[in-house]
């Protein structure tokens, strides 16, 4: 317990340090409202979905990057996201900020949304067990990418659409937070020692002191990347809960190989598999830890 406690507080620390060092012109971002679950009309408990399926796209992990991924390519094609966690209505602590520091301390028993687990050099960490990830879990902390990470990756990128990006997902999750006297405070001595410019209220990852955006509202209540889901197209997505993906399917042929599908199973441990046609993909979002275990588990990076 002790050990979690003090695992809080640095997160806590951590936070409010972020907080103050990070800063792009800010247009519009979302109003304070109740969490948006308009997307459950497409969800389903993998218990309830077919033995097997075929879609143009299957993402396993229905996280941060896995939610607004299906809803970008639900507009041209149809989508099956896995997701082996369960669904935020099932833990409403999970919406408030009070409930940050009180998840993170809950006992892990295998279906709690934190999921514990210790590095290999001992370092106590968790990761998120349901829809929407680890942005379900975290500290709502906002920033957009620093421009070195665009570089670095050796991808064109097309920044208007990149920007374009930014927008959809501010305007929907991102809020500009009453800034409390202690942050005010903090903001002010970094400004004192030095870490400058001081560049206000900025969403941008750059050089300096500014104020960032949260993905807490101004009530308290936590926003994130499954409310990214409400703006795909319901007849284009459809989402499991409760679907644990086991393994990528691959094919060979003279071209190479390539995954056609993933086998997974329901909370009654039955099977089930689904398919992708034509050029479809599956994509990996299952985290930096998942999609990794996953791989090993489906023969890739066994040496
Ligand atoms: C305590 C904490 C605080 C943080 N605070 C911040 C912050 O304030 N700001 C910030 O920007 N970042 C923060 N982060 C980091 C950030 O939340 C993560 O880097 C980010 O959410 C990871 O996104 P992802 O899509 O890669 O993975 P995730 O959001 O973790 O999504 C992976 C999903 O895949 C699912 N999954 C895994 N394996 C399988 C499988 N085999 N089958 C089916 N589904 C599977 C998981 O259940 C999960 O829902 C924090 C992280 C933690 C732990």
């Not at 870490?195 to 994130?224: C, V």
């Amino acid at each position: 317990m002790l050990k979690s406690t003090m695992s809080a507080t640095l997160v806590l620390v951590l936070h409010l340090f972020v907080l103050h060092l990070q800063y792009s012109e800010v247009h519009s971002l979302a109003n304070t409202s109740a969490h948006d679950f308009s997307y459950l009309e497409f969800v389903y408990d993998a218990n309830d979905t077919e033995l097997e399926g075929t879609y143009d796209y299957i993402i396993v992990g229905g996280g941060t990057a896995g939610c607004p991924l299906a809803a970008t390519l639900s507009a041209n094609y149809s989508v099956l996201v896995l997701e082996r966690g369960t669904l935020p209505t099932e833990y409403p602590n999970l919406l408030t900020s009070e409930g940050f520091i009180y998840n993170l301390q809950q006992e892990d028993d295998g279906q709690t949304p934190v999921e514990r687990f210790v590095s290999g050099d001992g370092i106590d960490n968790v990761r998120g067990r349901v829809l929407g990830g680890t942005s379900m879990i975290n500290a709502g902390v906002y920033v957009r990418a620093n421009t070195s990470f665009f570089n670095q990756t050796g991808i064109e990128w097309d920044m208007d659409l990149v920007n374009k990006t930014y927008d959809w997902v501010e305007d929907t999750i991102v809020f500009k937070p009453d800034f409390q006297f202690w942050q005010n405070l903090t903001g002010t001595a970094f400004l004192e020692i030095g870490i400058l410019p001081d560049n206000g209220f900025n969403l941008d990852h750059i050089e300096g002191t500014r104020l960032t955006g949260s993905t807490f509202d101004n009530n308290g209540t936590r926003h994130a990347s499954d409310e990214l889901l409400n703006k795909g197209d319901p007849n284009n997505l459809r989402v499991a809960v409760h679907a644990a993906v086991e393994k990528i399917i691959f094919s060979s042929n003279s071209s190479g190989v390539t995954a056609i599908g993933v086998i997974y199973t329901d909370s009654n441990g039955t099977t089930h598999q689904a398919f992708v046609r034509g050029e479809g993909e599956v994509i990996l979002s299952a985290g930096p830890i998942g999609s990794p275990q996953l791989l090993l588990l489906s023969g890739v990076g066994l040496t």
